[in-house]
């Protein structure tokens, strides 16, 4: 499951205590509605990309597949973000870091 | 028949488990939950790494505390982008490696490999018992 909000709280000795909910999953419904606009401009880069590797002897369902494939491994690690819980207490400040 | 059932029955056949715990395995699979045992946490999967330290500060001051909880899925996700390493970079990677003693080779660590990684890391615990500071490594 994608990551749907994450919490940071930031403490340092003797001054105010930052305390922030970032509502992550505003961000991908907003990438979401940006890949519906750009999709046409995508559509004509990858017919240039493919124009170009023709003239270059190159296969260009290759390079589609890699960069295919490195989109949907970056994916899977923003993905498995969720669960991430890192929480530092010192004397000096207090930092919790969680992903929800 | 599920997967988990027939390891079950496998174990009571081969006589690693009695009847009894066979049964109480069976009934924790099928959501019985008062008959779930240590047992049955051993075929749990395994979620997430934990480090735990617990560090001494200055005399007189609390203990500096830090609990990392990290998922194994993240685990996985980063060993399958360790893949897109390119061959040439991955030499010079493996090269460092060795250098510095681990004579570890990215190129072997394929998904198959990477789930029975995993599994082993569920008997791993690092536990340092320092004066100073305490830190455990451990998995749940």
Same mark, same amino acid.
């Given at each position: 499951?994608?990551?749907?909000?994450?919490?940071?709280?930031?403490?340092?000795?003797?001054?105010?205590?930052? #305390?922030?909910? %970032?509502?992550?999953?505003? !961000?991908?419904? %907003?990438? +979401? +509605?940006?890949?519906?606009?750009?999709?046409? %401009?995508? %559509?004509?880069?990858? !017919? +240039?990309?493919?124009?170009?590797?023709?003239?270059?002897? #190159?296969n260009p369902i290759v390079l589609i597949r890699i960069v295919g494939s490195a989109i949907v491994r970056f994916g899977g690690v923003? +993905?498995?973000?969720?669960?991430? #819980?890192?929480?530092?207490?010192?004397?000096?400040?207090?930092?919790? !870091?969680?992903?929800? | 028949?599920?997967?988990?059932?027939?390891?079950?029955?496998?174990?009571?056949?081969? @006589?690693?488990?009695?009847? /009894?715990?066979? /049964?109480?395995?069976?009934?924790?699979?099928? @959501? $019985? $939950?008062?008959?779930?045992?240590?047992?049955? @946490?051993?075929?749990?999967?395994?979620?997430?790494?934990?480090?735990?330290?617990?560090?001494?500060?200055?005399? $007189?001051?609390? &203990?500096?505390?830090?609990?990392?909880?990290?998922?194994?899925?993240?685990?996985?996700a980063g060993m399958r982008l360790s893949a897109l390493i390119p061959?040439?970079?991955?030499?010079?990677?493996?090269?460092?490696?060795?250098?510095?003693?681990? &004579?570890?080779?990215? $190129?072997?660590?394929?998904p198959?490999?990477? /789930?029975?990684?995993?599994?082993?890391?569920?008997?791993?615990?690092?536990?340092?018992?320092? &004066?100073?500071?305490?830190?455990?490594?451990?998995?749940?």
């Amino acid at each position: 499951m994608i990551p749907m909000l994450a919490e940071i709280r930031i403490g340092v000795a003797r001054r105010r205590r930052l #305390h922030l909910w %970032l509502p992550l999953f505003l !961000v991908w419904i %907003l990438l +979401a +509605a940006l890949l519906v606009l750009l999709s046409p %401009l995508i %559509l004509i880069g990858l !017919v +240039a990309l493919s124009v170009c590797c023709l003239i270059r002897r #190159h296969n260009p369902i290759v390079l589609i597949r890699i960069v295919g494939s490195a989109i949907v491994r970056f994916g899977g690690v923003l +993905a498995a973000l969720t669960g991430v #819980h890192i929480q530092i207490q010192s004397p000096g400040a207090d930092v919790v !870091v969680r992903v929800l | 028949m599920s997967e988990e059932r027939k390891k079950i029955l496998d174990m009571l056949g081969d @006589g690693k488990i009695n009847a /009894e715990q066979a /049964e109480r395995l069976i009934a924790a699979l099928s @959501g $019985g $939950g008062s008959g779930a045992s240590d047992d049955a @946490g051993s075929s749990k999967p395994l979620k997430y790494l934990r480090v735990i330290v617990d560090a001494e500060s200055h005399p $007189g001051q609390p &203990p500096t505390k830090v609990n990392v909880r990290v998922p194994m899925q993240l685990l996985r996700a980063g060993m399958r982008l360790s893949a897109l390493i390119p061959a040439q970079a991955r030499d010079q990677v493996n090269h460092a490696l060795h250098e510095q003693g681990i &004579p570890l080779d990215l $190129g072997q660590i394929k998904p198959e490999n990477l /789930e029975a990684l995993i599994e082993q890391l569920r008997d791993l615990t690092v536990d340092v018992d320092d &004066p100073k500071a305490k830190v455990r490594v451990f998995c749940e």
